[in-house]
């Protein structure tokens, strides 16, 4: 078996070709967060695989089951080389809410024990073509009835301690389209959070854009929120330009600007950002950008870019795999030098993990 780093870094970036619809769980084709993504299990390590890209119909790793041991394997280039398996379906799925909604459409299982939702399934720059983000699928699921509009406070409370008493999730990620307030959606995670540690005591990690006014912070912890997420996805001006016109007019140094201004409120090392390399921004770039969070306290969490079904970037390439292990090399020996790690985080996407390589590259 090939080094496991390298194996899981290969796998992102190639994808999974499955040879059985029939082995494990369908995985999830649009919508936010790790869409055309399914959760594997490849030696004891829960990851998220692309399995709907174009990328993934011609991957060398593919998945059968292997009649003789009745188990999955994972294949390359037709060689079995390390024992695969597949989260099993929540119990949380079978049921529906106080108000007939069913429990998927308001909350998903990430990775093996991290609950997931968008708490605001539109976005005010998503129906222009001038001011959407390219690789953006949000409202993609709410065409597709797997999901509704707005998530209540009271449905999310619901699902969350459903989740945690039949599946034992172990902490919750909270993200929002951008509604068109001067807020960026603070308000309502925050409204969304409070009655979620009201009826459960679950870590919350909340994402947005920066708000126009940074007391939000304040706010959003006293609410109960455990860690913050903002994501710059891109860097490089050019690069923001034209992949994400909208949130481009976002500066770069205001994100720095805000981030400044969280982490004294959610402390060291529990705000972080996702930048996701192969949208154009260089490995100079990326490292520059990763070394000055770092200094901030603010957790880079740096993910291959995976094209997703029916946006402008669906056919946009995957970063090669040795162009994302040069990175997470790098990247995880200034988080080990800064002594930041993943683990340590209350909440979030960094703490799962799944979504990347990174943190098997910080110590």
Not at 16 to 37: C, E, F, I, N
Not at 237 to 248: S, Y
Not at 287 to 295: F, S
Request: hydrophobic residues 40%; aromatic residues 8%; charged residues 20%.
């Amino acid at each position: 078996m090939m080094n496991k780093q390298r194996l899981i870094t290969e796998l992102q970036s190639a994808g999974l070709r499955l040879l059985d619809q029939q082995v494990g769980a369908s995985g999830r084709k649009g919508g936010a967060g790790p869409s055309d993504h399914k959760a594997i299990t490849v030696d004891g390590t829960t990851v998220m695989v692309p399995i709907y890209t174009s990328a993934a119909a011609v991957s060398p790793f593919s998945a059968t089951v292997d009649a003789s041991a009745e188990a999955i394997a994972l294949q390359h280039d037709g060689m079995a080389i390390a024992p695969l398996d597949f989260p099993e379906q929540p119990e949380f799925y079978r049921l529906t809410t106080a108000d007939g909604i069913p429990y998927s459409k308001i909350a998903l299982l990430h990775s093996r024990d991290v609950l997931a939702t968008t708490v605001l399934q539109t976005c005010m720059r998503y129906r222009d073509a001038a001011t959407a983000c390219q690789f953006c699928a949000i409202e993609k699921s709410l065409e597709g009835d797997r999901t509704i509009a707005r998530k209540t406070p009271a449905q999310l409370a619901e699902v969350a301690e459903a989740a945690v008493r039949l599946d034992g999730v172990k902490h919750m990620v909270m993200t929002t389209g951008t509604p068109n307030t001067s807020d960026r959606g603070a308000a309502y995670l925050t409204e969304c959070v409070k009655a979620i540690k009201a009826r459960i005591n679950i870590p919350i990690q909340v994402q947005c854009e920066p708000p126009d006014d940074f007391a939000w912070f304040a706010r959003m912890k006293e609410a109960g929120v455990d860690s913050l997420g903002m994501h710059l996805e891109a860097v490089d001006p050019e690069v923001r330009d034209r992949i994400m016109p909208g949130k481009a007019t976002v500066p770069v140094e205001y994100y720095y600007e805000a981030f400044a201004a969280a982490v004294p409120v959610f402390g060291w090392g529990q705000v972080s950002t996702y930048l996701l390399a192969g949208l154009g921004d260089s490995l100079e770039t990326l490292l520059e950008a990763c070394d000055r969070l770092i200094q901030l306290g603010v957790y880079p969490f740096v993910v291959p870019f995976v094209p997703i079904t029916d946006t402008p970037l669906a056919h946009h390439p995957s970063p090669s795999s040795d162009f994302m292990f040069s990175l997470y090399q790098q990247v995880g020996a200034m988080l080990k030098q800064a002594g930041m790690s993943s683990a340590d985080m209350n909440a979030g996407c960094a703490k799962c993990g799944a979504c990347s390589a990174l943190s098997m590259f910080e110590s």
